[in-house]
């Protein structure tokens, strides 16, 4: 990218040039330097709840076990033998309950990384256990989501992060659990499903029940500049963001005030959007797969107790962002085809798009362009 | 491709080196030198008879919208919006009362192209919708038939089509309507059709039904070099080129004398197929997708008279020629796997293979080799 | 790859670097490389039994006719016609009455591959048909196998097959025919099919069955450098790898005294894996298709008085060796995932996967490394 047009960018707020979508060599290039290299939020603490549970997640196409040890701290792996490579896990989540084996020739692991048993390599010599650990990852918890950052040496999470810790400790987070998960395929580069988050501009035309339930000209937002962007959304007096219109479960932790008639929207750069309701929360996990293939994994969270009760049930919350979901998909799956054009030129971002355009810089930024 | 391969292919007529079939760099520069530099028939006016009315299509993997403004005149443009790059329309045909209006953001376009509304925008002092209509391209008409051209300042259509305008006006094919359509996706490079449809050598030993009503040695050829090749077959005394063998249609407009018995085939480069029968027009359009892959609509028309008749049926002209297509497409898709060998060189025309190397020069100057 | 490397690999014995099962350009040249230029199996002398039938054989992504001509002798040429490149056969299997007649414009071969007919062609005057025979390739039989060789001037098979011609005369190979056959489709690079099947390391902890009949530690290997490698494994007194656990069927030819209780295997660069049991025959036919992808053809051969019998069924052998190709060919796919992972580096092999550090070597040395 020229100098030319970063300073275009900059001063006149466009959209980013095709490229950045379709060219397989940029995909490659944000694997390594933004999905490689900065903290990826891959699921929730409770997935690996008692010693020995693990779950894989995916990150810039790597398979990684997240797995808590006998001492009840949650660890990163990458989901390879260190003997011929062989994958030691294939479910995705599950329970090892002393050692983990490779299935090839019974190289064992403990749940911290170390070699337990190497069947055989008492005849050579020169081999020692101890150079023979699972290659392990970065691991970072906050607010019970876990994130992982496969750099070397990663910047800490509590320095990316400060912007928003102790911003929602009024939803309790960390005690909430899930209720509901959708998983969703799109043909559209990872970069625009961000770009549809950061605005509300196109509610209007696309999302007429979420216009009845909360004004698209009723957002403030708080968070401007940098990896995470957003801000909040009134919702009508005496409604919620439910099929009914109506809010059928108590607030979360210790929410009041002016938060009870709001919805906190917030891109956690580079695969999360961030979504807190006065009663539940909802998050988006994001996967590129390809320039044009997304995958993103919608889950709900509710209060534990709520969840516990005989007749819980998440359906109002989940069917009206699985609408909503489903509506930005399309559009966004559109864009990823007219973007592919040569007839396509970088377009004027509105005001109401600033975070557009935010995001455009921050992820430039973190491209190294 | 060198000087000695070219010079080569000129003196001793050989078929086209393997790569040109199979390379995906030859293929994208196919794609930019002469799909998105020439005129490339897209279809029929009457797929867009009315004010509002539009079809779409593709040339060199960009999707167009064809459309007849409110004066009636046919235009084209690229299907994505000014403002985020979102196809407008993906129905693949359809009717806009008023504007063209994005999925996304509500901006709209006036038939002619013109933005017309952009919500929100008047925010920006700078914008001015001036600055953004529609990108158009180049279209013309011709006998009825679309044609359109991707380059910012094609040779005029008149110029290039001068040896086929006026040929054909006995046949008032800009008065025929359809009457059927049939699609084939095919595993064989588009130019193997091309070569397919230029020679009858072929006809004895793949088309059995065809000798019986068309001699495959009664054809002349009247235009030999250039983007335009071809000329007629007779076809036996009392015959037709149908699954009965006989002709169920008076003939179109004023053909007569000779015509009767003859049937023209022409190729159109880069994308047509052109025949006249007496009582019927058929053609087909090429669409390359990849360098093995090539989708062909092969559509028919008739006088509108004969296709308001109560029993009207096309079948007999359908039937035979999509058995003739499904024959002359396996052997293409075997010409395709065997041009992909290591082991294949070019091979020796004959002498009744002399259009298929005038169209390889021709493929070949247009490719700027 | 680096002097670095081959120093490292050749004195500490670890795998290979995981680029070799992923990067399309080394597959490439391995194609060329290796299975363009050795002699590759490709089936049985049986399969073209008469004058006239042929049978169609994959190598190195070239589809080429085994045809025994008129005189009985077995011929390789490639599957396209010197005209227009087409396709000669397409049924992977048949007989010529008498000539191999292109479907596209009726030119005919020989069964010698000289060409015997081109209609029209006597117009051309420079038209020589003895200028035009079929690309043959090279062929040879040994045991009753057909190996193929696509380099122009190939290394003589004698020469390359001399440690092991004349080596299972007991067995008398030539004389067994096809029992049984299962093609295999793998996500998995050859080589770790090859590597696989060069150790027992892994039978313990994934083939129970096989550590019932055959002790894992009972193998001696006598070939262990070179194209070759392999050895025999021990059968408990009284059994044999059969899913009863016994013999039934008489030894092949003059199997005899130790043989009775032994199961010889060997890995025979670049394509088969061959084994040899007191009662039959079993191969396995390695097609590679891309760097993650391999179709596996496993045959198991009889004596043909054993096939005559009324009540003839490889069952006990096939059911058996079919569970344990597919415990392999999983943990195959297991190991292709975790190379292509960041993390993976090359691991130590133990000493009882000496052939697999000797199959390296040997497919570094073909490959020009």
């Known amino acids: 990218m020229t100098t030319f047009e970063k300073a275009r960018l900059q001063s006149s707020e466009r959209t980013l040039p095709g490229r950045y979508c379709t060219d397989p060599a940029i995909f490659d290039r944000e694997q390594c330097e933004i999905f490689a290299r900065r903290w990826v939020c891959v699921g929730r603490a409770e997935q690996a709840g008692g010693p020995g549970e693990y779950f894989l997640a995916q990150v810039a196409g790597e398979s990684l076990m997240v797995i808590r040890d006998h001492q009840g701290v949650l660890r990163a792996f990458y989901n390879l033998c260190r003997h011929r490579g062989t994958r030691l896990c294939s479910a995705t989540a599950g329970r090892f309950t002393a050692l983990v084996r490779c299935p ?48 070397s040496q990663p910047t800490p999470f509590e320095s990316v992060f400060a912007p928003l810790i102790g911003r929602f400790g009024a ?5 909430l659990r899930l209720g509901a998960r959708v998983t969703y395929d799109l043909r559209a580069n990872w970069k625009l499903i961000f770009e549809n988050y950061n605005e509300c501009y196109h509610c209007p035309p696309i999302h007429p029940r979420l216009a009845q339930l909360s004004p698209s000209d009723s957002g403030r937002n708080d968070l401007m500049e940098g990896p995470f962007l957003g801000g909040y959304m009134g919702i009508h007096p005496g409604m919620a963001l439910t099929v009914s219109g109506s809010r059928s479960r108590p607030p979360l932790g210790s929410v009041a005030g002016e938060d009870l008639q709001r919805a906190y929207y917030y891109t956690l750069f580079p695969n999360l959007l961030f979504s807190l309701h006065p009663d539940y929360a909802m998050v988006h996990f994001l996967v590129p797969l390809a320039p044009d293939s997304t995958r993103i994994v919608c889950e709900w969270y509710f209060d534990p107790t709520q969840i516990a009760q005989p007749g819980f049930d998440p359906t109002d919350a989940v069917a009206l962002w699985d609408e909503i979901n489903r509506q930005d998909w399309q559009v966004c799956e559109w864009t990823q085809q007219g973007v592919a054009s040569r007839a396509y030129t970088p377009g004027p971002y509105a005001h109401s798009e600033g975070l557009c355009a935010a995001f455009d810089r921050e992820y430039l930024k973190a491209l190294g362009c």
Do not use: I, K
């Open 104 to 151: 090839y020739h019974a190289w064992s692991y403990r749940p911290d990384g170390s070699l337990a048993a190497a069947p055989n390599m008492e005849q050579s010599p020169d081999f020692n256990p101890a150079d023979y650990p699972l290659h392990r990852c970065h691991l970072a918890e906050w607010e019970g989501f876990v994130w992982l950052n496969l750099a």
């Open 171 to 175: 939803w309790q987070l960390s005690a």
